[in-house]
């Protein structure tokens, strides 16, 4: 089974306002990656924490990451009609196996 | 620098039809990911190359899936025979090393089987 599960499955929002996704993973895990897919394309990676950290920004994007909970959050500010894509946690259970179980997505549209 | 090359990107088959699709790398990197997508979830390894090593096929149907990358560069992913719920985009990604956490992936082939 997966290891990670997105919530929303699916957000709409206007141009401008943030948005937020949630992840929440079922073991312990050594790292937890955001990656981006546009439709019909690969994955982007977008970032990486660790398990030593609990925020970190790029951008626009802002994560944050609860290992008690086991859960973690992608937060975009100011959405562009460009951020249009789904959005997967993925986690890596362990260092230098580098094996990513993914979640199973948040679809963001972002209407223009 | 050049991505993760793939090709087909399409290809419709028939069940228990065989059907490879090909792989190559970002130049330079250790590690090739095969992951299957199927349509409305993420994606889930197959398997894992170290150079030309299999480090990780857990995953993988061995009855009908097979992986090859011989010269520790391209690398090739069948299918014999295949069967409707491989129905799926099949992703081909690539990362430095296994201790480099960053994977490149490349656009995927999608496959229908009837």
């Known amino acids: 089974s997966q290891q990670g599960e997105e919530d929303p499955q699916a957000l709409s929002i206007q141009e401008g306002e943030n948005a937020t996704m949630n992840c929440s993973y079922k073991t312990s895990i050594n790292n937890l990656q955001w990656y981006r897919q546009n439709s019909g394309r690969g994955l982007v990676h977008l970032i990486l924490i660790r398990s030593n950290e609990r925020e970190k920004h790029s951008g626009r994007l802002r994560v944050t990451l609860d290992t008690s909970k086991k859960s973690s959050s992608l937060l975009i500010t100011a959405s562009r009609a460009a951020d249009t894509a789904s959005y997967f946690c993925a986690t890596d259970a362990w260092a230098g196996a580098n094996n990513l179980f993914f979640g199973t997505g948040t679809r963001l549209t972002v209407i223009p | 620098e050049a991505g993760v090359a793939q090709s087909p990107r399409y290809k419709i088959i028939e069940k228990r039809q065989s059907v490879a699709f090909w792989c190559n790398p970002i130049?330079?990197?250790?590690?090739l990911y095969w992951y299957q997508q199927i349509l409305g979830q993420g994606p889930k390894l197959l398997i894992q190359?170290?150079?030309?090593?299999?480090?990780?096929d857990s995953q993988l149907p061995k009855d009908r899936f097979s992986a090859e990358r011989l010269k520790g560069v391209d690398s090739t992913l069948k299918i014999q025979p295949a069967k409707l719920e491989d129905s799926a985009v099949y992703l081909c990604?690539?990362?430095?090393?296994?201790?480099?956490?960053?994977?490149?992936f490349g656009p995927g082939t999608r496959l229908l089987v009837l």
């Open positions: 130049s330079g990197h250790a590690t």
């Open positions: 990604a690539s990362s430095l090393g296994r201790e480099s956490e960053t994977q490149y």
């Open positions: 190359f170290q150079n030309n090593g299999v480090v990780d």
